[in-house]
C-alpha cells in the first residue's frame, strides 16, 4: 500500500531527538526552531514527560468517558490553575480542528444562531465547521461551503459592528496572533470592541488559542495580552508536546447538558497523563518566563540584521518578515545549516516556534546561519 500522497516531504528522516534537536538516519543533527507546526513545548523526550506516559501506559492507557477518570480531574485542576482560567470548565478531545469544531458547536448550542465572523488570514483547522472559518477557499470541499460564515479585515471595527448588529451571529472566532497567516495581531482596543460587541449582540468570543496557547506568546493564553474573557477557548498542539490531545474551555456561565457534546478518544488515561507532564514542565522549569526572556534575546539579535527585516509576534510564536519570498532561504537554513523553520500563508514571513525551553546558544547558532545566508551575493540586493 502506498502513502496518500498530501504532503510535500523533505529530504530528512527523523530517527531520535532531544530537546530541541532532531537527529536523522545519517547521524546529522537538525536544529528544531519550529516543532512540527507548533507543537513541541517542552522540547522533545523530556525525560519527565516520556517516564510519565511510560508510567501510564503500565497501568491504564484508555477507557472511554463512560468512567471516572481522575486524571483528567486533575489535569483540570492544574489547568485551571495554571492558566488563571478557573472559572472555565474543560471539555477535551484529540486536536486542534476537533476543538474548533466543538466550540463552534457550542457557540451555535448556547445562542440557537449559525453565523459567524472570522477573520481574513485565518487558520482554524479542516474539519467541517473549522475550515469554513479558514480563510483559504482551496482546502474547502463543496462539502464544507454550506456554512455562514463573514469574513472581515483585522482590527476593522466598523465591519464588525455592521455584521454584528444583524443579530443573527453565534460566534466571532480569533487567533490572538495568526500563525499560519503570518503572524498579524489584533491590537487592545480591537479585541475590546469584539468582547463588548458580543456582548451586546449575544455572540460568543472564542479564542482560537491552538498555537498561541500554552506559553507560547510568554502568557498562558495570548489574549491575556488583551485583558478579555471569552466565552470559549479552544487549545491543542503544544498541550500534548506531540501526544494527540486538544480541548475546549467553555467558561463556567453555560452548563454542560448530558450528550452534547462527546468523543470517544478524546480526554484518554495516556493522553491526560501526557498533558499533565507538560503542565508540569511548564509549572517546574518556570518555560512562561523564559519564553518571554528569549524573546527579548531575539529582539537584541535582531538588531544585527538588515533593518528591512520586521520581527512580528511575541514570546517565542515569531514571524520574521522579509523584503523577499523566503522559500528559498528556508531549502537553504534546512539542508545547509540543518535548521528547520516554517512558512506562512504570507510567502515573505519565516515562522520561528521552538520549544519554549530553547537557549540563548540555539538562538544565537540561527541568526549566524541566517547571516550566512543573508551575506551571499544574490540575497544583498535586497538590503541598503
Ligand atoms: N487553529 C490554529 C490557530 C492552528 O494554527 C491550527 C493548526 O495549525 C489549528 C487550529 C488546527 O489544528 P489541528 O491541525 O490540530 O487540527
Redesign the pocket.
Known amino acids: 500500500m502506498k502513502l496518500f500522497d498530501v504532503y510535500p516531504l523533505y529530504d530528512v528522516t527523523p530517527v531520535s531527538a532531544k530537546g530541541a534537536v532532531l537527529t536523522d538516519i545519517n547521524g546529522t543533527e537538525y536544529l528544531d526552531l519550529y516543532g512540527g507546526?507548533?507543537v513541541i513545548s517542552i522540547g522533545h523526550s523530556h525525560p519527565h514527560y516520556t517516564q510519565s506516559i511510560k508510567d501510564q501506559l503500565d497501568k491504564i492507557a484508555f477507557y472511554s468517558n463512560a468512567v471516572q477518570n481522575p486524571i483528567q480531574e486533575a489535569y483540570a485542576q492544574k489547568l485551571g490553575t495554571l492558566s488563571g482560567c478557573e472559572d472555565y470548565q474543560l471539555f477535551l478531545c484529540n486536536?486542534?480542528?476537533?476543538a474548533?469544531e466543538n466550540a463552534l458547536k457550542m457557540a451555535s448550542f448556547i445562542t440557537g444562531k449559525s453565523k459567524v465572523v472570522a477573520f481574513k488570514n485565518s487558520?482554524?483547522?479542516?474539519t467541517s465547521a473549522?475550515v469554513a472559518v479558514t480563510d483559504n477557499p482551496s482546502i474547502q470541499a463543496p462539502i464544507n461551503k454550506g456554512h455562514q460564515v463573514i469574513f472581515i479585515a483585522l482590527n476593522d471595527e466598523e465591519a464588525l459592528k455592521e455584521v454584528l448588529s444583524g443579530g443573527d451571529v453565534c460566534a466571532v472566532i480569533i487567533?490572538s496572533i495568526q500563525?499560519?497567516g503570518g503572524l498579524d495581531q489584533p491590537t487592545t482596543p480591537f479585541f475590546k470592541t469584539i468582547e463588548a460587541l458580543c456582548q451586546e449582540y449575544q455572540v460568543m468570543l472564542i479564542a482560537?488559542e491552538?498555537?498561541s496557547g500554552f506559553g507560547r506568546t510568554g502568557l498562558f493564553f495570548g489574549f491575556q495580552q488583551h485583558g478579555v474573557q471569552p466565552d470559549l477557548i479552544?487549545m491543542?498542539?503544544g498541550m500534548g508536546n506531540g501526544f494527540p490531545i486538544?480541548g475546549v474551555l467553555i467558561h463556567t456561565k453555560y452548563k454542560g447538558i448530558h450528550g452534547q457534546l462527546g468523543t470517544t478518544f478524546g480526554g484518554n488515561h495516556l493522553g491526560c497523563r501526557a498533558a499533565l507532564a507538560v503542565l508540569e514542565v511548564i509549572e517546574e522549569e518556570n518555560l512562561i518566563n523564559h519564553a518571554k526572556e528569549m524573546h527579548e534575546y531575539v529582539k537584541v539579535q535582531m538588531a544585527s540584521l538588515p533593518a528591512e527585516i520586521i520581527l512580528k509576534g511575541r514570546g517565542l510564536m515569531l514571524g520574521l518578515a522579509f523584503p523577499f519570498e523566503i522559500a528559498a532561504l528556508r531549502k537553504e537554513l534546512l539542508y545547509t545549516h540543518h535548521i528547520f523553520t516554517g512558512a506562512a500563508k504570507d510567502k515573505k514571513v519565516l515562522r520561528i516556534l521552538p520549544a519554549l525551553n530553547i537557549t540563548k546558544a540555539q538562538i544565537a547558532q540561527f541568526f549566524t546561519a541566517l547571516k550566512k545566508v543573508l551575506d551571499k551575493p544574490e540575497n544583498q540586493s535586497y538590503f541598503k
Open positions: 507546526h507548533a486536536s486542534g480542528a476537533e474548533n487558520f482554524h483547522g479542516r473549522a487567533e500563525g499560519v482560537d491552538v498555537q479552544s491543542a498542539k486538544g
